[in-house]
């Protein structure tokens, strides 16, 4: 994914250099490269540079300015070819063309098994960066004395970042709880901090569309006269409107699900 900066001067999104030149060439990528939403700003710069796809859309920078760009010769037409290739070959490597499928057959250890976990601390740790780090304090030793975690991301920790950034885990362990089950609850004491949320804490394991069962929720618009325009099951518990969304026409939006308390194992408060 092309992201929004610039490097060197240059826009992620038509950096020849980087994608076609470095991921493309020299590492030898076959996949798509695709913008970050709403991160392209040209036509025929990103198209050349090595973009395959433009987020989101229809619409946007391509759509018809690229087909007036190929047709002024601003854009080679075997540039456009390379992109639908790619574009095609992830497809049918995810199984979206009609005929058999033939997907991994290797058995995959479970999300919360101790091989996932040990592989996912394994990667937390490695892309974390310690600018300080007075008398080795860190990483902290077998027999060390007692630990004071405060303040409320330790509980409620965030473990991803939004927009492209985010998935829905299998499971989350907080700061608190990996501290606690590293050195012992005789030796960790939990402090809890000031409020940090602005916004309600989505419960998507609790909700379920009403009319599917389905996890998530039931979204209706409806026009000024209170006439359905479209309905459909989301997925996860949150809603964004705006920048071309389908909710954008709406007068009136309806949010259904309904609990299901048995849905996810009880919450341990600290």
């Not at 540079?49 to 007036?68: N, Q, T």
């Not at 990483?139 to 950034?165: K, M, N, Y």
């Not at 916004?199 to 009403?210: A, C, K």
Request: glycine content about 12%.
């Amino acid at each position: 994914m092309a992201a929004y900066n610039r490097v060197n001067g240059t826009a992620s999104t038509e950096h020849a250099e980087l994608i076609d030149g470095i991921l493309k060439g020299e590492w030898g990528f076959d996949g798509v490269v695709m913008s970050d939403w709403y991160a392209t700003r040209s036509t025929a710069a990103s198209a050349t540079g090595g973009l395959d796809l433009v987020m989101p859309g229809p619409g946007g920078p391509w759509e018809h300015h690229l087909v007036a760009a190929v047709r002024a010769g601003e854009v080679e037409g075997s540039a456009i070819d390379e992109h639908l290739r790619r574009l095609l070959r992830l497809a049918a490597r995810v199984g979206r063309f009609p005929g058999p499928f033939v997907a991994s057959t290797r058995e995959l250890p479970e999300p919360d098994s101790p091989v996932r976990r040990d592989q996912l601390r394994r990667l937390a740790a490695g892309g974390m960066a310690v600018l300080t780090n007075r008398e080795a304090t860190l990483p902290l030793s077998p027999d060390v004395g007692s630990v004071v975690v405060i303040g409320r991301h330790a509980i409620e920790t965030i473990a991803q970042g939004g927009g492209s950034a985010k998935l829905r885990p299998p499971h989350v362990v907080s700061v608190a709880d990996g501290m606690t089950a590293a050195l012992g609850p005789e030796r960790v004491s939990v402090i809890d901090g000031v409020e940090v949320r602005h916004r309600p804490v989505p419960v998507p394991d609790l909700l379920r569309d009403p009319e599917t069962g389905r996890p998530g929720m039931r979204v209706t618009a409806r026009d000024a006269y209170g006439t359905v325009v479209d309905s459909r099951h989301v997925e996860v518990t949150e809603l964004v409107t705006g920048r071309g969304s389908w909710l954008d026409s709406a007068d009136t939006i309806e949010l259904a699900a309904r609990i299901g308390m048995d849905a996810r194992p009880a919450c341990r408060s600290v």
